[in-house]
């Protein structure tokens, strides 16, 4: 008997471990079939609460949210030309679960002006692009100027007395400036703001001459601020009596403007084609359109390989336009 019991054992032990081993199977495809998402998404936007970027992201985190069935919480993470929000999802795990919604100048404008903490071309993976931005160049009314032309004459008489904004150092607008300046010949001093909206209130308050933005367009349409051109090869659809740069004579000033949703590096594919997905389906929705609309943008979806594709076109064209001008954060 005591022969018997001795080999019954270690059968016994092999009994349990194949029992637990069974369950451990079981549990497992379960867990790696778990639907994307099942927690909260956390949306680093690149810009402080109140302007453009960020009502384009507060407008894709409720959509997002309902389409994917979980929420997508917007977390802002304003300064350094988007840097820092860049910075923070290059670092993130690539789960899915931190994503970036961002312009293409902190991928193809900031690394060619200042040192950043990530590389623009190899830290992220291309998600979708969201859409592209209206853009116009308006003054402050007390500014005795109302077209383009005066602004130009009255900077070449008064150099150095003008001073122009925008959302920072490296941003798509401060590039675009500069070759509007150095086309027209005039001299304007550079106040970098930590995004656009408070810019355009220290413009609405008089402490800003002019700038280039999206967020101006309202309130021109308002009658708060006097805009002067159009950015793009046509005119806006809510101001069609400006006329865009090309038809004033500065027809080099042609960038292009995007936001887009971006994760870190890594990101699973099923990942990325879930999220793909939610914003190809959110921009075919009449309301979430109209609500980018008001905000003056033009939704325009990308897939994850034309948004990659593009932001490495702008990456070099934008390089190259920086390098040609002489374009520095100073």
Not at 69 to 84: L, S
Not at 102 to 107: E, P, V, W
Not at 289 to 305: F, H, K, N, W
Not at 322 to 327: C, F, K, L, Q, S
Request: proline share 7%.
């Amino acid at each position: 008997m005591s022969i018997t019991a001795t080999r019954a054992k270690p059968a016994g032990r092999r009994c349990l471990l194949l029992f637990f081993a069974l369950l451990a199977g079981l549990a497992l495809p379960r867990a790696a079939s778990a639907a994307y998402p099942d927690r909260p998404i956390r949306m680093i936007v690149a810009y402080p609460p109140g302007g453009t970027g960020d009502l384009v992201g507060r407008v894709v985190a409720e959509a997002l949210s309902s389409r994917l069935g979980a929420p997508v919480v917007v977390e802002n993470q304003g300064g350094a030309g988007g840097a820092i929000a860049a910075r923070a999802v290059a670092r993130a795990a690539p789960d899915g679960y931190t994503i970036l919604l961002a312009g293409n100048a902190i991928f193809a404008i900031l690394p060619h002006m200042a040192r950043v903490e990530y590389d623009a071309l190899r830290d992220f993976a291309a998600i979708a692009n969201i859409s592209e931005s209206q853009r116009l160049l308006a003054a402050r009314l007390t500014l005795p100027v109302t077209t383009l032309p005066e602004l130009v004459r009255y900077g070449r008489s008064h150099p150095g007395k003008l001073n122009y904004g925008s959302s920072g150092i490296g941003s798509t607008l401060h590039v675009m400036t500069e070759m509007f300046r150095r086309e027209a010949g005039v001299e304007a001093v550079h106040i970098p703001f930590r995004g656009s909206a408070p810019a355009i209130q220290a413009m609405l308050s008089g402490d800003l001459d002019f700038m280039i933005d999206t967020g101006v367009i309202q309130h021109v349409r308002q009658g708060r601020l006097r805009g002067l051109a159009a950015v793009g090869d046509q005119r806006l659809p809510e101001l069609p009596d400006i006329p865009t740069l090309a038809e004033l004579g500065y027809p080099g000033v042609r960038t292009s403007g995007w936001q887009a949703l971006l994760g870190p590096a890594g990101l699973p594919q099923p990942v990325v084609a879930a999220l793909s997905t939610g914003v190809e389906a959110m921009l075919r929705d009449a309301a979430v359109v109209e609500r980018l609309g008001q905000i003056g943008v033009v939704p325009s979806y990308r897939d994850p390989a034309r948004l990659e594709a593009d932001l490495r076109e702008d990456h070099r064209q934008f390089g190259a336009v920086i390098r040609d001008n002489g374009i520095t954060a100073e």
